[in-house]
């Protein structure tokens, strides 16, 4: 299932809804990620999202930087669970499609398991029956969101504590991983894994999991990179056309997708000068093509993990 970038409630009340909202099919399943506290507004942009076709809605509780604190909310609204499942009750209320959060495992230095122990279960509670965890602290002042990502240890051990006292919730993990192995060793034990930068940085990382974790055939037609790529430059086609994107605002999310392949820095050198911008996109990836090895044995392409 993918996830979308946090949108907070005030973006969407008070802003272009349509454009925060947009996604394409092939996205699904995809669950709309929302910031806010409001349980009135956080009811009124669950409405939005499911009236706009998306499958699932997930509240932030997870992210720490300061402008999320000062909005109240992300990762400060650890501090209070009963606002949390206020705001849940209030979304579960309002749609039919299911209400998820995302959270850490404290806050600051609240290092105990019993502070993420009794989150989970006042918003459970509240009708929330998914929880997705980053099983770090998040520090809500001295660390910038990158550092949150990284310097705070990684507990595992108190997500697969909370699987054990609510074997009746689904509970997925998130933070540090890395490698399929990694997921495999998870699942063993939860219920489901969140990929988050590495599904960015090396997405061909996804290429296994139909196979391997859902049992689906890996045989037939298969995928490479370069059929990956040239897909990639028809969307941007299509998205100058639609709304006159351009096309490295979308290329630049894509750089991954030869990580660790011969070429790869000279292929994301193309894609990424700024000098190029004026030329249209098939013709940047025609330049890029000059640096890339094209796979010979086509590679099966999966949909991303379900948690």
Same mark, same amino acid.
């Given at each position: 299932?993918?996830? *979308? ?22 996205? +699904? ?5 929302? !910031?806010?506290? @409001? ?27 300061? #402008? ?9 609204? =650890? $501090? ?8 849940? &009750?209030? =979304? ?10 995302? +959270?850490?495992? !404290?806050?600051?230095?609240? @290092?105990?398991?019993?502070?993420? #122990? ?9 009708? %929330? ?17 990158? @550092? ?14 909370? &699987? ?13 991983? *890395? ?12 219920? !489901? ?5 590495? $599904? ?16 689906? $055939? ?8 370069? $059929? ?8 941007? @086609?299509?998205?100058?056309? +639609? ?10 999310? =894509? ?9 790869? #820095? &000279? ?23 000059? +640096? ?11 949909? %991303?993990?379900?948690?």
């Amino acid at each position: 299932m993918l996830y *979308t970038e946090m949108v907070t409630t005030g973006a969407l009340i008070h802003g272009n809804a349509a454009q925060h909202l947009d996604f394409n099919e092939e996205e +699904h399943p995809v669950a709309l990620q929302l !910031g806010g506290s @409001e349980p009135a507004d956080l009811a009124r942009c669950a409405k939005l999202g499911e009236e706009r076709g998306y499958d699932e809605i997930n509240l932030n509780c997870g992210c720490p930087s300061e #402008r999320v604190l000062r909005g109240a909310f992300g990762a400060c609204l =650890m $501090a209070d669970a009963a606002l949390v499942a206020d705001g849940v &009750k209030a =979304m579960v209320d309002a749609v039919d499609i299911p209400v998820t959060v995302k +959270h850490r495992i !404290g806050i600051d230095r609240i @290092e105990s398991y019993d502070f993420v #122990r009794d989150f989970v279960g006042t918003v459970a509670d509240a009708g %929330c029956r998914v929880f997705l965890v980053h099983a770090r602290n998040a520090w809500l002042q001295g660390l910038s969101p990158k @550092e949150n990502r990284e310097i705070p240890p990684l507990r595992y051990e108190l997500v697969v504590q909370l &699987k054990r006292d609510f074997p009746h919730l689904t509970i997925a993990v998130n933070g540090g991983i *890395t490698t399929n192995e990694q997921i495999a060793s998870h699942l063993r034990q939860l219920d !489901g894994v969140m990929i988050g930068r590495e $599904a960015y940085h090396n997405p061909w990382v996804m290429t296994e999991w139909d196979a391997r974790f859902y049992g689906e $055939a890996s045989d037939g037609p298969g995928l490479t990179r370069e $059929a990956v790529e040239l897909a990639m430059v028809d969307y941007m @086609e299509r998205a100058a056309a +639609h709304d006159g994107a351009p096309w490295y605002s979308i290329a630049s999310h =894509m750089l991954g997708l030869r990580h660790g392949l011969h070429g790869a #820095r &000279k292929w994301r050198q193309v894609w990424s000068d700024h000098r190029l911008k004026p030329l249209p996109a098939r013709e940047v990836w025609a330049m890029a093509q000059a +640096h890339v090895t094209v796979e010979s044995e086509p590679v099966h392409m999966d949909e %991303c993990l379900r948690a």
